[in-house]
């Protein structure tokens, strides 16, 4: 089954102490992404990926690393949490963004389950 | 001014009704314009891509006024499984393939 696996999908953890979010996914897709989503403001993107050893910064990278070592993985890693990273974490891939695919199939994101977060 | 402007809501209508979400955008660059539909702690999943000549999908009608900045969903006869979050999504290409969310407009379907 074609999918994007996040884990853990549930953490609670006390500031300062290090984590990474795992994300892998089996479509082979070349992009991929992490937002978070709190009440109110929506998704934000935090880093995206375009392919291996290429990422890139979103709107709220404070905080927060990424490495893209292998195409099908996509950690996100919290050197020193804060309770202002209490949020819930989506990652998502797709292939290439470009426009004018519609539904092709090519911006067609599919989204990890999602991982709630809580900084104590 | 957010990027990608959509109603929160909730829209509360009863089962049956005609209910239509607008979302406006800013960057005359997007490209390519989505609904996702994200139920309640879960993931946003794609609902329908929005062409420039306004699509159906059963119940669902989108349409885009690229003139006007805006798309909108229309969904016709509610079911209750139509409760959910709606997520306006723009792919503005000039950002290297970026896709914007809305914050989404929450629906509640009663019966």
């Known amino acids: 089954e074609a999918q994007v696996t996040q884990n853990p999908r549930y953490l609670i953890t006390v500031t300062g102490k290090k984590l990474t979010v795992t994300c892998s996914q089996n479509m082979n897709h070349e992009y991929m992404s992490w937002y978070r989503q709190d009440p109110g403001l929506g998704l934000r993107q935090i880093y995206y990926s375009m392919n291996v050893e290429v990422t890139d910064k979103g709107d709220v990278p404070e905080g927060y690393k990424v490495s893209r070592k292998e195409k099908r993985n996509f950690p996100l890693i919290l050197e020193s949490p804060s309770p202002n990273q209490t949020s819930l974490y989506f990652c998502?891939?797709?292939?290439?963004?470009?426009?004018?695919?519609?539904?092709?199939?090519?911006?067609?994101?599919?989204f990890g389950a999602g991982s709630r977060l809580t900084v104590l | 001014r957010k990027e990608v402007e959509q109603d929160p809501g909730p829209f509360n209508v009863p089962e049956g009704a005609t209910v239509a979400f607008n979302c406006t955008y800013s960057n005359s660059a997007s490209q390519s314009f989505f609904w996702y539909r994200q139920d309640c702690r879960k993931e946003p999943k794609l609902l329908m891509s929005v062409y420039s000549s306004g699509n159906e999908d059963g119940r669902f009608t989108a349409q885009l006024n690229r003139a006007s900045q805006y798309i909108s969903l229309l969904i016709r006869d509610s079911k209750l499984s139509d409760s959910a979050t709606y997520l306006c999504?723009?792919?503005?290409?000039?950002?290297?393939?970026?896709?914007?969310f809305g914050q989404g407009t929450e629906l509640s379907v009663k019966p």
């Open positions: 999504v723009v792919l503005v290409y000039n950002q290297g393939g970026k896709l914007i």
């Open positions: 998502a891939s797709s292939l290439i963004p470009s426009p004018g695919q519609g539904v092709s199939g090519a911006n067609v994101l599919t």
